[in-house]
C-alpha cells in the first residue's frame, strides 16, 4: 500500500467518522478539508491537524496536489463535488450514501469518473459489517437452501437509512439486477429538511417490494411505523437467516440441519475503515469497489423507483425512465 493524501469536503459529523477511519489506515494523511461553516472548519482542522483548510471546495481541489476525495456533503451537492474532484486528476472518490437525488446527477457522476479514471465508491460500508458478509457467505453455502424472500427494515427514511437497507439486500442477493418494483409512501407531514439531509424532502413512511431477475423478492420498511431495529430476514426454502435481532447475537441461523437457532462466528471489524482500506486496495490494482459507485447507483435506482410506483400507482419496471426525483412531485 502507498502513500495517499486525502482531502475531505463538508466537515461535519460524518466527516469524522471518514477521517476518524483513515486514521488507522498506515501510509493515509489527511492533509485538508473544505466547509462553509467557519467555525466547523476551525474546529475540523484543529481536532485532525490539518495543514490547510478551505471555504470553498472548489479552490481546494485547485491549489492542492491530491489522491482522494471524501464527498461528505450533504446530498444535493454531492454530484458537482464528485465532479469537480474527478477533473483534477485524483486516483479515488468517496462520497457519502445517498449517492445523488436522482438518477440523471447519479449518471453525470459516474461519467466523470469513468472519463478521468477515478474509482468511485459510495458509502455504503455496512457491506463490510461481519454479521451481514456472513450472511451473504451463509446464503451462498445454502446453508438455508434456495433464498426466497429478504425482508430488511429501520427507522427514518428511505434516502437516509433505506439507503443502507437497500444496498445490504442488494448485497445479500450478490446484486442481482432487480426487475421491477412496486411501493407505496406516507407523506402526510409533507417533510423537508428532516434529520441529518436538511436539504431533502422525505416521506414519514415507505413499503417496497423489489422482484430480482434471479426470483428473489425483497421487502423494505423504512419510517414512523416501521419496525425501528437495523436488522434483515432472509428466508429460505429450508431455513432463515436473522442479522440483528434485537437481544439476539448478531446474526443466528435455523434450518432443517439444526435444533434450534445456531450463531456462526464472526470476526469483528470497523466497517468505515474496510471500506476505505477496500477504496485504496481497488485503485491500486485497477478494479471496481465492492461499493462502487455503479453499485450505488442500483441502490438508488431501487429507491427512486419505489417513490415513482407511489405516484403512478404501478409497478414500475426496470430501468427506470425518470430521471427525475418523484417524492419532490408527491409532495409539491
Known amino acids: 500500500m502507498g502513500t495517499y493524501r486525502v482531502g475531505i469536503v463538508g466537515c461535519g459529523n460524518i466527516a469524522r467518522a471518514h477521517a476518524n477511519a483513515y486514521k488507522k489506515i498506515p501510509?493515509?494523511?489527511?492533509?485538508?478539508?473544505?466547509?462553509?461553516?467557519?467555525?466547523?472548519?476551525?474546529?475540523?482542522?484543529?481536532?485532525?491537524?490539518?495543514?490547510?483548510?478551505y471555504e470553498n471546495y472548489a479552490e481546494m481541489l485547485e491549489k492542492e496536489d491530491l489522491d482522494i476525495v471524501n464527498v461528505c456533503t450533504w446530498p444535493r451537492t454531492h454530484c458537482d463535488a464528485v465532479c469537480a474532484a474527478a477533473s483534477v486528476d485524483v486516483k479515488g472518490i468517496?462520497?457519502?450514501?445517498?449517492?445523488?437525488?436522482?438518477?440523471?446527477?447519479?449518471?453525470?457522476?459516474?461519467?466523470?469518473?469513468?472519463?478521468n479514471g477515478v474509482s468511485f465508491a459510495v458509502g455504503h460500508q455496512h457491506r463490510f459489517d461481519p454479521q451481514l458478509a456472513k450472511a451473504r457467505?451463509?446464503?451462498?453455502?445454502?446453508?438455508?437452501?434456495?433464498?426466497?424472500?429478504?425482508?430488511?427494515?429501520?427507522?427514518?427514511?428511505?434516502?437516509?437509512?433505506?439507503s443502507h437497507v437497500i444496498d445490504m439486500i442488494n448485497f445479500l442477493n450478490n446484486d442481482e439486477e432487480a426487475d421491477w418494483v412496486m411501493g407505496q409512501i406516507d407523506t402526510r407531514n409533507k417533510r423537508k429538511g428532516y434529520m441529518n439531509h436538511p436539504d431533502m424532502y422525505a416521506e414519514d413512511m415507505a413499503i417496497g417490494r423489489i422482484c430480482y431477475k434471479n426470483g428473489v423478492r425483497a421487502t423494505v420498511e423504512l419510517g414512523e411505523f416501521a419496525p425501528p431495529a437495523w436488522q434483515f430476514h432472509i428466508i429460505g426454502t429450508d431455513g432463515i437467516i436473522d442479522v440483528n435481532s434485537p437481544g439476539a447475537p448478531p446474526i443466528r441461523?435455523?434450518?432443517?440441519?439444526?435444533?434450534?437457532?445456531?450463531?456462526?462466528?464472526?470476526?469483528?471489524?470497523?466497517?468505515?475503515?474496510?471500506?476505505?482500506?477496500?477504496?485504496?486496495?481497488?485503485?491500486?490494482?485497477?478494479?471496481?469497489?465492492?461499493?462502487?459507485?455503479?453499485?450505488?447507483?442500483?441502490?438508488?435506482?431501487?429507491?427512486?423507483?419505489?417513490?415513482?410506483?407511489?405516484?403512478?400507482?404501478?409497478?414500475?419496471?426496470l430501468p427506470l425512465k425518470t430521471e427525475v426525483n418523484p417524492l419532490e412531485a408527491v409532495i409539491k
Open 253 to 317: 441461523f435455523m434450518s432443517t440441519d439444526t435444533s434450534g437457532w445456531t450463531a456462526p462466528e464472526i470476526e469483528r471489524c470497523d466497517p468505515r475503515e474496510a471500506e476505505m482500506v477496500e477504496l485504496i486496495s481497488a485503485m491500486e490494482q485497477g478494479r471496481e469497489h465492492i461499493s462502487s459507485g455503479r453499485i450505488g447507483r442500483n441502490s438508488l435506482e431501487i429507491i427512486l423507483a419505489v417513490f415513482e410506483s407511489a405516484r403512478k400507482r404501478s409497478l414500475i419496471e
Open 27 to 53: 501510509g493515509v494523511e489527511i492533509v485538508t478539508g473544505a466547509e462553509l461553516d467557519p467555525d466547523r472548519r476551525k474546529g475540523f482542522a484543529e481536532d485532525y491537524k490539518l495543514s490547510t483548510s
Open 94 to 115: 468517496m462520497c457519502e450514501k445517498p449517492m445523488a437525488t436522482n438518477l440523471k446527477e447519479a449518471d453525470q457522476m459516474l461519467k466523470a469518473c469513468e472519463e
Open 137 to 162: 457467505e451463509l446464503i451462498n453455502e445454502k446453508v438455508v437452501g434456495d433464498i426466497v424472500l429478504l425482508w430488511g427494515h429501520c427507522s427514518l427514511d428511505l434516502m437516509n437509512n433505506g
